[in-house]
């Protein structure tokens, strides 16, 4: 499915020119936006071309955002669970909690290059709104985020933070003021501010060249997970499990591993109540290929065309659509996507609290909720490597009020 | 020739613009969109635009936004958006109707099949917001096979390379979005239009209409002046809300809508 100037043996030269996935992603924006589009794709392609731009990202990814995160051997959890060993990529260590700054330190720092002084983003949770602001606040942009106004209501601590670090937070009442409402008015925005603004993306969607960039961005997690397992272990995982929303952070920890035939790949999107329950936010398992912000992927839609609202105790998962090489990956089988409930996740939240002494983001708890399914299934000499995304810190209210504990 | 060509030759023989009103298809039932096309067609206007209702309108401000809501509330969906065209059609066989959307309501239809029964419909031609030059060689081959126009859009940021390209295999007319903003928001001023128009006029022959911003009688007179045409849509679906009862229709939505574009057509005849 990749074009004839990639090469035949690799999966990791995707996206074509033309910036699509086999039949996906693609550059589904309003005639406006495409000056803009283009002009992101020379820009970007030129950072990446050029040392200094690399230099200057690694620098504020070592001494600002705290990388390398560390790779964990959770032996409590591999012990409890009986088979696989289980290493933990804790992306939750990361200034602001989340693999989110990765790729937001690098388009702001694009940006800056490009000369755009207003940040547009979109948030679900708000952990991308918060790195957003953060970013901002460091470098003295102005910075409007859209926000879903149910999430405005669900997530009260991010949209302090985000007022804190002098972002203006503006919510999304259209639709069911979810992410996907957010991301059409930060589209919007865009549109109605062209000279100006700069459209910071928080996932591997949209029109190319965002899932690229995004996902070039986050690779920074699997090739130091890559290296981290082969000083650890000597050799690489058997598998590797993230979960999927948009699916930035799975991309991230996926792309460098692409190529390994000997290493599965789980992507763990959101149950929700269940497959068969209508309230999911599971993409690939439920949905079929249609566009909707940008570009062509799986989306959750009735039989007209309509996008659905999607369900999961996740805030971040909570989306009706997927990155477009998800699509593509799961199209060649090259990635399993499996699912995992609202009630799995909160059961891996605590399980994982208890073992090991990490709150992880109920994003992350699907994921060590997949773990927990197949490690039990494997040798004890066999390694999976889940990436805990974010911390949970953000979720301790909805857990609580899901125990029936009052705060 | 087409209806499109016909109109735009017959307004050339008047020596005026187009008045192009926009409706939301089933905003907010059938029986009102269906009236409304009679009526606007019946009172002289020039082409109509049917709004296709979407989920996500990324490129629509606030008041078709909620048009295309209490559109979907009210049922609507292509295959009863084309039954309305077809039905319009069995009275008049003259006015241009240019169908506008989003790209996935469509390719969930089946895209070829859409363009074989919007054709038979009656269809005259499709303006798809979120489908840019790039991606759409094959729904424009197939578009023109069938008689209808793939409307291109361009914008006051098109480069004058991109302009070119996009319009050097274009048909029907050009549709010109004349502020960088989503619709019914801000309006462009008439220095601004005439200089657009001496860039889009050096790219091709065909009829140029203005819209997004349009919403006074003056405006839409400045617009059909400077270009070939003026689409009203948002002004006018402002106007038909007021009329409503709980996002219902009245016995004063219709004639409201049709005083508005009373006014709007003398304008652009005066």
């Known amino acids: 499915m990749t074009n004839s100037h990639l090469k035949a043996n690799s999966l990791r030269t995707g996206p074509d020119l033309s910036g699509h996935f086999g039949p996906y992603g693609g550059r589904f924006v309003a005639e406006t936006l495409m000056p803009l589009m283009i002009e992101l794709e020379k820009a970007y392609e030129m950072a990446r071309r050029d040392p200094e731009f690399h230099k200057e990202l690694e620098h504020y990814l070592r001494d600002y955002v705290g990388r390398p995160s560390p790779l964990w051997h959770a032996q409590h959890l591999s012990d409890a669970l009986g088979g696989a060993q289980l290493y933990l990529k804790r992306e939750d260590l990361n200034h602001t909690g989340s693999h989110k700054l990765n790729n937001v330190m690098g388009q702001i720092l694009l940006a800056r290059r490009m000369g755009k002084t207003r940040i547009v983003a979109e948030t679900g949770a708000g952990q991308h709104g918060v790195a957003t602001a953060t970013v901002c606040a460091l470098f003295g942009l102005k910075c409007v985020i859209y926000m879903g106004a149910t999430d405005v209501e669900r997530q009260k601590p991010n949209v302090f933070r985000m007022h804190l670090l002098g972002a203006e937070v503006r919510p999304v009442t259209a639709g069911a003021g979810t992410l996907k409402d957010a991301m059409n008015e930060a589209m919007r925005d865009w549109v109605a501010h062209v000279e100006d603004t700069y459209f910071l993306v928080g996932t591997v969607a949209g029109p190319h060249p965002y899932p690229k960039m995004v996902r070039d961005f986050q690779s920074v997690i699997g090739t130091e997970a890559r290296e981290q397992i082969r000083h650890q272990t000597g050799r690489l995982p058997d598998g590797i499990i993230a979960a999927i929303g948009g699916g930035s952070?799975?991309?991230?920890?996926?792309?460098?591993?692409?190529?390994?035939?000997?290493v599965a790949l789980y992507g763990v999107e959101a149950a929700g109540l269940g497959l068969d329950s209508g309230k999911l936010a599971a993409s690939i398992s439920r949905g079929r290929p249609g566009v909707l912000h940008g570009n062509r992927t799986y989306l959750l839609q009735d039989q007209y065309g309509q996008i659905e609202e999607a369900h999961s105790i996740s805030a971040g998962l909570d989306y009706p659509g997927i990155g477009p090489e998800h699509s593509w990956l799961n199209d060649i089988g090259r990635v399993s996507y499996v699912s995992?409930?609202?009630?799995e996740a909160l059961d891996a939240f605590q399980l994982l609290t208890h073992k090991e002494g990490i709150i992880p983001a109920l994003e992350s708890a699907h994921a060590v909720a997949y773990a927990q399914k197949i490690a039990p299934t494997m040798d004890k000499d066999k390694i999976l490597i889940v990436n805990i995304s974010g911390r949970g810190d953000k979720d301790v209210p909805t857990v609580a009020a899901h125990l029936g504990v009052t705060l | 020739m087409s209806r499109i060509s016909n109109c735009f030759a017959a307004l050339k023989a008047e020596k005026r613009g187009a008045l192009i009103p926009y409706i939301e298809a089933f905003d907010p039932d059938y029986e009102t969109s269906r009236k409304l096309l009679a009526a606007m067609?019946?009172?002289g206007a020039d082409l109509i635009e049917i709004?296709?209702?979407?989920?996500?309108?990324?490129?629509?401000?606030?008041?078709?936004q909620l048009a295309a809501r209490r559109a979907l509330k009210a049922g609507a969906n292509l295959p009863r958006i084309l039954e309305m065209v077809a039905d319009f059609r069995k009275d008049n066989d003259r006015t241009p109707l240019i169908l506008m959307g989003y790209l996935n309501p469509i390719e969930q239809f089946g895209t070829e099949r859409f363009l074989q029964e919007a054709a038979k419909a009656g269809v005259d031609g499709l303006i798809i917001v979120d489908l840019p030059y790039e991606e759409a060689r094959e729904i424009r081959a197939s578009a023109k096979e069938k008689g209808l126009d793939l409307i291109p859009l361009t914008a006051p940021n098109t480069p004058d390379d991109r302009l070119r390209m996009l319009l050097k295999d274009a048909s029907g007319f050009v549709y010109y979005v004349s502020i960088t903003g989503i619709t019914g928001t801000r309006s462009a001023n008439e220095e601004q239009l005439k200089e657009a128009m001496q860039r889009l006029r050096r790219a091709t022959d065909l009829p140029i209409v203005t819209g997004f911003g349009i919403s006074t009688p003056a405006q839409a007179k400045a617009a059909s002046h400077i270009s070939d045409g003026a689409v009203v849509a948002s002004a006018l679906i402002k106007e038909m809300v007021t009329t409503f009862e709980e996002d219902h229709a009245t016995e004063k939505t219709i004639p409201t809508v049709i005083h508005s574009l009373k006014k709007l057509i003398e304008a652009i005849r005066s």
């Open chain 1, 249 to 262: 952070n799975a991309m991230g920890i996926f792309h460098p591993f692409l190529d390994d035939d000997s």
């Open chain 1, 340 to 343: 995992i409930t609202d009630q």
């Open chain 2, 41 to 43: 067609a019946a009172e």
């Open chain 2, 51 to 64: 709004g296709v209702p979407f989920s996500d309108p990324a490129a629509d401000g606030p008041t078709i």
